[in-house]
């Protein structure tokens, strides 16, 4: 989980993130880490991407990897997905009591791309802001707090197809991305509520990527275009506002538009 600040100085927000990699996962590149130096390799890299985007604070919650649908890590009984909500939810509002964000940040319901343990956080954490608010939930974790939004972190469609018209502009193999536009990887444009300007920051934000070596080598598709033109695609972030339920659609370029 990490801790970010520097959108408004007395602004605070939470976003849920990687978890332990585990042991039996794989490496891009065998020459940055073996089976059994990967979780040290994964947390190493996620504390230089954190250095890079000058995030204070990190807290890691120590569960082990569950793999790809379908991966034997599935069955792994120490699996993140394998624990119950009862152990993850009290530890997740315990945080929330303690750092009193105004927006929590999570995977959307699909977990991105379809990674088992991003929808179990996703499923957590959204119980978690709705129960940190309720005094009788949980009163052993602290003073209740009520963040005042929760957004899912989301890629929008058209960034996807946007990339693949670049890729086919430069001669390069679009078979992945056509796959994920026939599965409806991407957030529906329509359904986006907040668009936010981070090209003053996309420096920072390219340096964290290149911080998850192991995950991000150069066989991975961000990287098969140039450095400028990622850039440029990556100037933008959207989020998808998950809680409190809103009337109509919203348009913001600022999450904490209209709080105090």
């Known amino acids: ?46 504390r230089c991407a954190a250095d890079a985007l000058g995030i204070r604070e990190l807290i890691f919650l120590d569960y082990r990897d569950s793999g790809m649908i379908g991966t034997p890590e599935n069955d792994d009984e120490r699996a993140f997905i394998r624990v119950d909500a009862a152990e993850v939810v009290p530890r997740l509002v315990g945080m929330i009591r303690r750092i009193k964000p105004q927006v929590v940040l999570t995977f959307d319901p699909q977990g991105g791309y379809g990674h088992p343990d991003h929808i179990a956080i996703h499923t957590h954490t959204v119980a978690a802001v709705k129960a940190a608010g309720d005094a009788a939930q949980f009163p052993e974790e602290g003073e209740p707090w009520q963040s005042s939004r929760l957004f899912y972190v989301v890629i929008s ?49 390219w340096r964290s990527l290149q911080c998850h070596a192991t995950q991000f080598g150069k066989d991975n598709p961000f990287q098969q275009l140039p450095e400028a033109v990622m850039k440029q695609l ?16 919203q348009s913001w370029s600022d999450l904490f538009e209209g709080l105090e």
């Open 1 to 46: 989980m990490a801790r970010w600040h520097g959108m408004r100085q007395t602004a605070r927000m939470l976003r849920w993130s990687v978890l332990r990699a585990a042991r039996s996962a794989k490496s891009l590149d065998p020459a940055l880490a073996t089976v059994e130096t990967l979780a040290t390799v994964r947390e190493g890299e996620l």
């Open 157 to 205: 469609r058209g960034t996807f197809l946007r990339m693949r018209d670049r890729m086919k502009e430069a001669g390069l193999d679009t078979t992945r991305f056509d796959q994920f536009e026939e599965s409806g990887v991407g957030w529906p444009d329509e359904n986006i509520d907040a668009t936010i300007d981070v090209s003053a920051t996309v420096d920072a934000k």
């Open 234 to 249: 990556f100037s933008r972030e959207h989020f998808a506002l998950a809680w409190p339920e809103r009337a109509s659609r």
